[in-house]
């Protein structure tokens, strides 16, 4: 049994950071790649950023490249996504996301590839 719990979300105004953390409890974090994603009201949910098993791999979604910074501690059994120069279209739950693998280096963008969830927590940039 894997639990995940997402912080960090809150309300913002545009071009501002925020840094999310998702931490990870019932099984070690290395066993998982690991990756976030979003849903804004209305939209699908859609991929953000992720990050291999090793930490070694990154991807991120065209709309976030250059602006947010997807991080993992093992040691600490925690993933981060730092958010900075905030729009007001980056506003959506926010999910972590894990799934198991063999593979340490690879990267995986879709949600159908992770098996574990979050809660999601809310990200609001206001204009």
């Known amino acids: 049994q894997v639990n995940m719990a997402e912080s960090g979300g809150g309300l913002v105004q545009a071009g501002g950071s925020l840094r999310l953390s998702c931490a990870v409890s019932?099984?070690?974090?290395?066993?998982?790649?690991m990756a976030w994603f979003r849903q804004a009201p209305g939209k699908d949910r859609e991929f953000v950023a992720a990050?291999?098993?090793?930490?070694?791999?990154?991807s991120y979604a065209d709309s976030v490249k250059a602006r947010f910074t997807i991080s993992r501690d093992n040691a600490k059994n925690t993933v981060y996504l730092e958010m900075n120069s905030l729009k007001p279209e980056d506003t959506a739950v926010y999910y972590c996301?894990?799934?198991?693998?063999?593979?340490?280096?690879?990267?995986?963008?879709?949600?159908?590839?992770?098996?574990?969830w979050g809660q999601g927590t809310q990200v609001t940039v206001s204009s």
């Open positions: 019932g099984r070690t974090l290395a066993t998982y790649a």
């Open positions: 990050v291999s098993r090793s930490g070694d791999g990154i």
């Open positions: 996301a894990a799934g198991i693998t063999s593979f340490a280096w690879f990267v995986y963008d879709k949600a159908s590839q992770y098996a574990y």
